[in-house]
């Protein structure tokens, strides 16, 4: 199988999960205009995209699910595609918040539309790091994902990107250089530079494990 085939068999296992998204999504809108603030919006999407992104651990887990492990395909193929569902996971989740800060703006907010380009970049980029981060604290502490430590561990991630990303995006969007080339662009090959590097310490750890989730 192919990582693409991967990536869609982790969206059927999860496919109960999307009513839960659309969920999230009016509570980022009530919270864009209660809060008054589109990056929080935006920053609680991301935070839930995080989650959900890590949703195809738990399924394949159950006892149902164990025709994934003699689906033919390699380690690697097996991490990649699950990947792949995480980072479709999280431009999706972006684009969402944009949507969401676009809305927000129009009926109410009235921030500087110039500030939407540089805040979604640098919100991808933070999410791409929280999701290499989180998987590779899944792989790290194996399959056992009930375990209430990894369960807390797992969580780390997209907690500290809503409650820790969301503030300082707020204080240095009035800055001079905010939304400068340089900026986005070094957030954005950090991340994907943290993402590589979770990929393939994954893949090491599942070879010498025999294992791939």
Sequence with gaps: MSIVKFMKTDFILTKSMYKVIIAFLIIAMFLS???NNSVFGMGFLCFG???FANTPFSYTQVPNCGFMNLLPASTYTRIAGRYLFGMVMTFGSVAAGTV??????????????????????????ATITALALQYLIMYIKGINVNNPVTVFLQLMPGFALFTVST?????????ENFGSFPM???????????????IGISYQ???RRDLSL
């Design 33 to 35: 205009l209660y809060m």
């Design 49 to 51: 995209g995080i989650i």
């Design 100 to 125: 969401v800060w676009v809305i927000s703006n129009f009926f109410y907010l009235k921030r500087d539309s110039q500030e939407l380009v540089p805040v979604s970049l640098l919100m991808l980029a």
């Design 167 to 175: 503030p300082i995006m707020n204080s240095i969007m009035d800055r």
């Design 184 to 198: 986005i662009l070094a957030s954005l090959a950090g991340a994907v530079v943290i993402l590589l590097l979770s």
């Design 205 to 207: 750890l599942c070879k």
